[in-house]
Structure formats: C-alpha cells, structure tokens
C-alpha cells in the first residue's frame, strides 16, 4: 500500500505550480523539516538537484546536506552518494556546494568515523580542482577537523596549498584554514602564517577582511598574554599597507574582547593602541570608545553610528561575536538602528540584520520577531530575504503573539518572490533550531555561509568554534 504523508504530498504538488525562487526555498526548508518520511525528502530532493534551474540544484544539495541532522547516528550513504556525484558536475559552482555538502552533511551524523573517512575523501579531491572548487573543500576540511586522526597534518596541508594560490579573492579557503588551526590547536602558527605569508600579498580588499577576521578569532587562542600582544602589535604596526583600516580596526576591537575579564592585560592593550592613535583619526574615536564605555552595547552602538565607514562596519562584525562575553544584551536599540538604515546599500546595514536575527533566535528573544516587518519592505533584495526568513522563523517559535499574527497574515498574501522564500525556509528552520543536541550557532552560520552571507556565516562558524577556550584564561 502506498505511504501517504499529507505534507510531503503538499510540498511535491506545490512544485508543479510555484515559482523558481520558491522552489529554491522548498529545496532548502525541506532538510529540516522532520514531519515528513525520509524517502520522500529525498525524492525531492533528487529531484531539485537535477533541475535545468541553477539556482534550485544548489538548493537541493543545500538540503540534502543539512538533512543529516534529522538522522543522526544513521549512515548517510545514499546522500554522501548523491553528493558525491555531482562533484563530478562540469560547472564549478555546483562542484563548490557539493564540496561544502558532503563536509556538512558528515559533520552533523555525529559519527567520528563517518567524518573521518569523508575528510580523507575531500582531502584526495584537492588534486587537479581549480582553486575555487578547492575553497569548497577546505572549509570541509576544517570542519571535519575535529574527528580527524592526522589534524596537524591537515593544517599544514591547507597551508601549502595556499602557498600556490592564485586566485584574488579566496574567502572561503580562509575560514577553512582558520577552523582547521582551531581543530588542530596550531593557532599561534596560523596567526604567524596569516602575518607574513597572507596579509602582505592581498590586493583584494575583501579577502584582506576576511582574512583578518580570521585573525581576530584565531588571537584570543594563544595562550600566552605576552604572545599574542607582540602579534597584535604586528599587526598593527605592520610594513605593509591596507588598503583599508578596517581589518586593523577589527583586530584592535576584537582583542579588546579577549581581554575583556584581565584588567593588567587591558591597561597594557590600551596603552598599546594609545600609542597609534595619533596616526589616524579613526583611531583616536575608537580609543575613546573603549576607553570610556564600559558596557558592549554602547562600545557596539558608539561604533556602529561613527560617521566613519569602517569603523561603523568594524562594530557591526564586533557584533557577532558577543556569544562568547556572555553578557546581557539589550536588543532593541540595536535593531532599531538596523532598521534606521535598512534601505543603505553599504553592506554593513545588512549585517545589522543578520546579526540581530541571530541575538533573537540564538538567545530566544522571540518575541523581537515584529522588529523584522519594516525590513522585509527594504529596497534590497538580500534584505526582503532575510528578513522574511528571521520573521517566519521567530513567528514560528513564538506564535501565540497576536501582533505577530496580524503580520504573519499579510505577509503570507506578499507576492514578492523574496519574501516568500524567506517564509518558506523560516517556516522549518525552527525544527532544528533549540531541539537537539547540535550548536544551534554553527547550524545557522553554516546555512548563511551556503546562501552566500560569507562574513555572517564565518563570523557565527568561527565563534562557535572557539568558546570553549575562549574564557580559560583568568585575570
């Protein structure tokens, strides 16, 4: 006799009539909707990836990735095996996502020995890969780090490699540097390797931020106060010169943070970056920032409203990091100022959104999800996206709230394609999200990182990925 799932049925008749961008979003939403047999999630998503629609193939390889949280324990061989096949596949972006997924899709069976022998796996695909499929497999790389038996062998691995890049703007291969020093506890060499070795051959603006955000994270690692001082100062005080003073900002920022609890190590951090102020200006407002403010809301809020671009993108970026301070935040300013300046195209404005969808979701503010409605009527279609997603997700997880109702329901007559996809995929991110025993952090970074939210996905991957050192060290 036929098994018949009402929903899943639901969702297959749906194909036959939405548009292309919901069915992106249906491709996605459906690796983490659990109401629905397994046989048939795959089924359609078998189906998506082998769409004439680009954009819906990657999609189903985003699901098929993430749907391994629904069956952990289990081996996921039909997926790993359909993952695996379209590595094969003559276009670059597809063989990019298939190499994330298959690092993804391992990562989250929770089996050491599944993970292990996918890292070996992705480790033999880096021959004869153009550089871009390789920065695929090296964030998988550095995922699967952590079960890997050889994982300074690994590390030095993605280090050669490097060595014989090419290519101008390699973000995705730094966040998986970054996660494999983490995984491999090399910290304080790939701090030295990103100084000499990365930073003063970057003549791309946005990898030298990436890279140095890279940096900020890896820093707060190294053990020794007196070490990891001497590598700020390098930094700082480097031959080279940036293009931009954002990724210094970060590092100064940032580190401030690591410091945050050892007043002799603030005093001596303060010092230090009193003795650069004078050469830029943007530095002195940072000085006094930090200086004066003692709570992380209004360090954030004072840099995130400078009249300077890189100092207010500087404090947005801070902003994802605050997991790790554990302090008590309030939101409301924060995403008030977000929603301020949501029609800006700078990209800075929409990392607000982001980063305030995360403070929600992850520290169960559902109630905030209201505070999402004036984005979704951004200008900007990433914005609508996102911000539908937040909403539906929040609504989702607070749906008794009868002002959030009274907006669920206008939205779901919305005929903005973008607004739709959000409401789709934020209708079952929520299974996942605060129901199992994975980091709710590195789910979400991970699904930002696919989407193609490089900095909001590595920022949310990389915190998770150091907090459980991150306070070791004591005043």
């Given at each position: 006799m036929k098994h018949y799932d009402p929903i899943a049925e639901f969702l297959l008749e749906r194909l036959k009539t939405v548009s292309m961008t919901e069915q992106e979003a249906l491709a996605i939403a459906l690796g983490f909707e659990p109401n629905i047999k397994k046989k048939i999630r795959f089924r359609y998503l078998e189906n998506a990836i082998k769409?004439?629609?680009?954009?819906?193939?990657?999609?189903?390889?985003?699901?098929?990735?993430?749907?391994?949280?629904?069956?952990?324990?289990?081996?996921?061989?039909?997926?790993?095996?359909?993952?695996?096949?379209?590595?094969?596949?003559?276009?670059?972006?597809?063989?990019?996502?298939?190499?994330?997924?298959?690092?993804?899709?391992a990562y989250f069976t929770q089996n050491t020995k599944i993970k292990r022998k996918v890292n070996k796996e992705i480790k033999k695909k880096f021959k004869n890969q153009p550089e871009q499929v390789k920065q695929g497999l090296a964030v998988s790389m550095g995922l699967l780090g952590?079960?890997?038996?050889?994982?300074?062998?690994?590390?030095?691995?993605?280090?050669?490699s490097y060595l014989n890049f090419k290519l101008e703007n390699p973000t995705l291969y730094f966040i998986g540097f970054a996660l494999s020093a983490i995984n491999s506890g090399n910290t304080e060499n790939a701090t030295d390797f990103i100084l000499e070795s990365i930073i003063p051959h970057l003549t791309n603006k946005e990898s030298r931020r990436i890279t140095i955000i890279c940096f900020a994270f890896l820093l707060p690692l190294i053990s020794d106060p007196i070490i990891r001082m001497e590598k700020l100062n390098k930094l700082i005080h480097g031959e080279f010169e940036f293009q931009s003073k954002f990724?210094?900002?970060?590092?100064?920022?940032?580190?401030?943070?690591?410091?945050?609890?050892?007043?002799?190590?603030?005093?001596?951090?303060?010092?230090?970056?009193?003795?650069?102020?004078?050469?830029?200006p943007d530095y002195d407002q940072i000085y006094q920032i930090l200086s004066t403010n003692q709570q992380i809301m209004k360090i954030l809020l004072g840099l995130i409203r400078s009249n300077t671009?890189?100092?207010?993108?500087?404090?947005?970026?801070?902003?994802?990091?605050?997991?790790?301070?554990?302090?008590?935040?309030?939101?409301?300013?924060?995403?008030?100022?977000?929603?301020?300046?949501?029609?800006?195209?700078?990209?800075?404005?929409?990392?607000?959104?982001?980063?305030?969808?995360?403070?929600?979701?992850?520290?169960?503010?559902?109630?905030y999800a209201s505070y999402f409605e004036p984005f979704i009527y951004s200008s900007d279609q990433q914005v609508k996206r996102i911000a539908s997603l937040a909403y539906s997700c929040l609504h989702q997880m607070n749906p008794e709230n009868k002002e959030n109702l009274e907006i669920i329901d206008r939205l779901q007559?919305?005929?903005?394609?973008?607004?739709?996809?959000?409401?789709?995929?934020?209708?079952?991110?929520?299974?996942?999200?605060?129901?199992?025993?994975?980091d709710d952090e590195l789910v979400l970074g991970l699904l930002l990182l696919c989407l193609g939210f490089t900095e909001a996905g590595m920022s949310?991957?990389?915190?998770q990925a150091m907090v459980p050192t991150f306070y070791q060290e004591k005043e």
């Open positions: 769409s004439q629609n680009l954009s819906i193939r990657r999609s189903g390889i985003i699901g098929l990735a993430f749907s391994s949280i629904l069956e952990k324990g289990k081996k996921p061989k039909r997926q790993q095996k359909v993952l695996k096949k379209h590595f094969k596949d003559p276009l670059s972006s597809i063989r990019i996502t298939s190499a994330l997924g298959q690092g993804i899709n952590e079960a890997s038996k050889s994982s300074s062998k690994d590390f030095k691995f993605l280090l050669d990724g210094t900002d970060l590092a100064i920022i940032f580190t401030f943070f690591s410091l945050y609890n050892n007043k002799p190590m603030k005093k001596k951090f303060l010092q230090s970056l009193e003795q650069i102020k004078e050469l830029d671009m890189d100092i207010k993108a500087s404090g947005i970026n801070v902003s994802f990091f605050l997991e790790t301070t554990k302090e008590s935040i309030d939101l409301e300013p924060f995403i008030k100022e977000g929603i301020a300046q949501r029609d800006s195209g700078y990209f800075g404005r929409f990392l607000i959104l982001l980063r305030s969808f995360s403070f929600c979701l992850l520290e169960d503010k559902y109630s007559k919305e005929q903005d394609e973008n607004v739709r996809w959000g409401l789709i995929i934020g209708s079952s991110l929520p299974q996942i999200i605060g129901k199992s025993a994975i949310l991957i990389l915190s």
